[in-house]
């Protein structure tokens, strides 16, 4: 089970369909995400794909000698907008690709649209989803529910995503949601709808064992999306933001032009895809040895061209030369910035506060390291509160006024109002009232504070002692353990084997500590794949607003997601 491959196949398919000659490459909003995610424009120009557009644009030139590619949302929007375009045609021929089940009286329109008949294909292709890793999958969806309800058009549009993301990889599953969050059997009942009512999309070759979709609430652990992450991928999200691959580097101090905005995509770069899920320590390590390779194979500076043969060498071995130089420039800038970020933010104190306070049991010890945080001016304003919060949820109904004072400290240091409501709105949001599970066991924390931090020569790793309530949770479904009075089937049958492909979707978004857990659990456990995805990737600011939205403030959805219509 692999998302990426799935959306690279389909826009692959796509080009393949239309033949050879030159393109344009109609996409919406959401699409354009979805296939930049998985291929670089260099790579898709090499298929003859010469134009990007976006259907919404009104000042595209006529361009009859190009064949157009439409891959779009069904949203009733881009059908009327595919109208318009079908009447008054700017291009030879169109090939239409639509992300999702399209209904047939949105076909019939087309058709009735199409009257110089330009249209050659109108097909299904079910890429409606950001496949941000192989085995981690997105909707950039933030905000979707308020209270425990589901806002509705986003109940829509996890369901249609979900179902597509099953329909990439050919699934017809058992599902599974967490009872104590009616959000997780609401959006069940409804991908389970989908499939009963378009049974013969999902009639794929029956497996022996079939697939699972576990469906889980971001609610039951709140605790995850408010650390601190020391991998490199995760770390990049906290701390500069990782949008749809794409790093906003144009705040870093005295960055070159060209670097103002980098893509970290692992399928074309190779030191990013080998230390992705490396620690802090050991990436340090890796620059370094990425830039003494560098300086070994750089051209000399007073390099002589005496020959033909000197020549042709030269050209040969420039392209690779100039790819490497670009890589070393782009991962030395992101690395020394997130250097100078966890120098400056006092980052390596703050996550051990924090690990302390997820991990262990020492309610004294960890309210005076909490309050000391907090004074120290060097921690951000987030980084404060983010803390406070992590002590609010950990010792949630212990009888002191601690809480009272360190919201005291929050006042007093200046810390703006919206942040202040977070320590209380992130319980109320992930609190024991709503909780299915205990987040915290003192065996655990035992267990796991012997291990080492690899990069650190030996130093006991207290910066990832924590591990996400999901790893037990998939351990358990793994090893045949997971209740079903907490994790009920939707349905008569139940699954008697070990299973061994998994869908898991957490409502509320996903994180990339949680994707180091699968990919980890892939990597250990033969025979079990397990594909991750969430209504988004969370850093702790995007969480937040999850929070926000959750307990009723009104918050601006990130993705424009109130706009999403549904083709039903």
Request: aromatic fraction near 8%; include cysteine.
């Amino acid at each position: 089970m692999n998302v990426t491959l799935a959306v690279k196949q389909y826009v692959s398919k796509m080009i393949e369909t239309s033949g050879s000659g030159m393109k344009v490459l109609l996409m919406d909003r959401e699409t354009t995400s979805v296939v930049s995610v998985v291929y670089s424009q260099s790579e898709i120009l090499q298929k003859e794909v010469y134009l990007f557009e976006r259907i919404e644009s009104q000042n595209r030139e006529p361009m009859k000698h190009l064949k157009a590619l439409c891959f779009l949302r069904p949203t009733k929007e881009n059908v009327e907008l595919l109208v318009q375009e079908l009447r008054k045609p700017k291009y030879s021929v169109y090939f239409i690709f639509f992300s999702n089940v399209i209904s047939k009286s949105e076909i019939k329109a087309l058709a009735e649209a199409d009257e110089q008949e330009v249209v050659a294909e109108v097909q299904e292709f079910y890429g409606d989803f950001i496949a941000v890793n192989p085995h981690l999958f997105s909707l950039n969806l933030v905000g979707v529910s308020r209270g425990r309800s589901w806002e509705p058009l986003m109940l829509q549009r996890c369901t249609q995503g979900l179902t597509a993301v099953l329909l990439s990889l050919k699934k017809c599953p058992m599902i599974r949601y967490q009872l104590s969050s009616d959000l997780s059997k609401r959006l069940a009942e409804n991908v389970k709808q989908i499939i009963t009512k378009e049974y013969e999309l999902f009639d794929f070759r029956k497996t022996e064992v079939p697939p699972l979709l576990l469906i889980l609430d971001r609610s039951d652990d709140a605790i995850t999306p408010l650390l601190n992450q020391w991998t490199y991928q995760a770390m990049v999200h906290e701390l500069l933001g990782l949008n749809n691959n794409r790093i906003d580097l144009s705040r870093v101090p005295g960055v070159s032009k060209d670097l103002k905005e980098v893509v970290l995509c692992a399928d074309n770069d190779e030191f990013y895809a080998n230390n992705l899920y490396l620690n802090f320590g050991e990436i340090g390590t890796n620059i370094k040895n990425l830039m003494e390779d560098f300086q070994k194979k750089r051209p000399k500076g007073q390099q002589k061209l005496e020959s033909i043969s000197d020549m042709k060498a030269f050209v040969e071995t420039y392209p690779q030369f100039k790819k490497m130089s670009g890589t070393v420039s782009k991962h030395v800038t992101v690395v020394g910035e997130l250097s100078r970020l966890v120098s400056e933010r006092v980052l390596m104190e703050v996550s051990e506060v924090e690990q302390e306070l997820a991990c262990q049991s020492d309610h004294g010890n960890a309210a005076q390291m909490v309050r000391r945080m907090v004074q120290n001016p060097r921690v951000s304003e987030l980084d404060a509160v983010r803390l406070v919060a992590l002590y609010a949820l950990r010792y949630e109904r212990h009888t002191s006024s601690i809480l009272p004072a360190l919201k005291g400290e929050l006042e007093r240091r200046g810390t703006s109002d919206h942040l202040k409501q977070m320590v209380s709105r992130v319980v109320e949001f992930g609190g024991k009232r709503v909780r299915g599970s205990d987040l915290i066991t003192a065996t655990d924390a035992v267990a796991i504070t012997k291990q080492f931090f690899k990069g650190l020569k030996g130093v006991e790793n207290v910066y990832t002692q924590h591990q996400p309530l999901l790893q037990d949770t998939l351990d358990q479904l793994i090893k045949g353990r997971l209740k079903d009075a907490t994790f009920p089937y939707l349905g008569p049958s139940s699954l008697r084997d070990r299973p061994q492909d998994i869908i898991v979707f957490i409502i509320g978004g996903a994180t990339y500590e949680e994707a180091l857990s699968v990919y980890n659990l892939n990597r250990s456990c033969p025979g079990v794949r397990i594909v991750l995805g969430g209504s988004h990737v969370h850093n702790t600011k995007s969480f937040l607003e999850e929070v926000m939205s959750a307990t009723g403030q009104s918050s601006e959805r990130s993705q424009g997601g109130s706009r999403h219509s549904n083709r039903r």
